[in-house]
Nanobody, 124 residues
Framework: QVQLAESGGGLVQAGGSMRLSCKAS????????MGWFRQAPGKEREFVGF????????YYADSVKGRFTISRDNVKHSLDLQMNSLKPEDTAVYYCAGRRHVDGSVVPHEYDYWGRGTQVTLAS
């Protein structure tokens, strides 16, 4: 199994920046693509972005494109999400996800491993 653990959430002012990190442990050789999802209160979990296994391909939701950047370090088994120009609508619990396939997906159920999430709250 693969365990994922997010860190870096908290309270941030609108317009500010925040960096989330995700550390993988366990059978990390099984990890292919990784992604970030988020879930706001009363809403379904939504796709934020993914990065393929090699890091050569990244794909973002339109709502975060140009503001968020995903990166990964396969040596450290880590995934980061740099969030800039944050908006109140970015408030959500952010989840790190991983799948065995080398390429990513925008569909939550196509991911095999999930972290417990970290809360990001925007102060207006």
């Amino acid at each position: 199994q693969v365990q994922l653990a997010e860190s870096g959430g908290g309270l941030v002012q609108a317009g500010g920046s925040m960096r989330l990190s995700c550390k993988a442990s366990g059978r990390t050789l099984r990890l292919g693509a990784m992604g970030w999802f988020r879930q706001a209160p009363g809403k379904e979990r939504e796709f934020v972005g993914f990065i393929n296994w090699s890091g050569s391909r990244k794909y973002y939701a339109d709502s975060v494109k140009g503001r968020f950047t995903i990166s990964r370090d396969n040596v450290k088994h880590s995934l980061d999400l740099q969030m800039n120009s944050l908006k109140p609508e970015d408030t959500a619990v952010y989840y790190c996800a991983g799948r065995r396939h080398v390429d990513g997906s925008v569909v939550p159920h196509e991911y095999d491993y999930w972290g417990r999430g970290t809360q990001v709250t925007l102060a207006s």
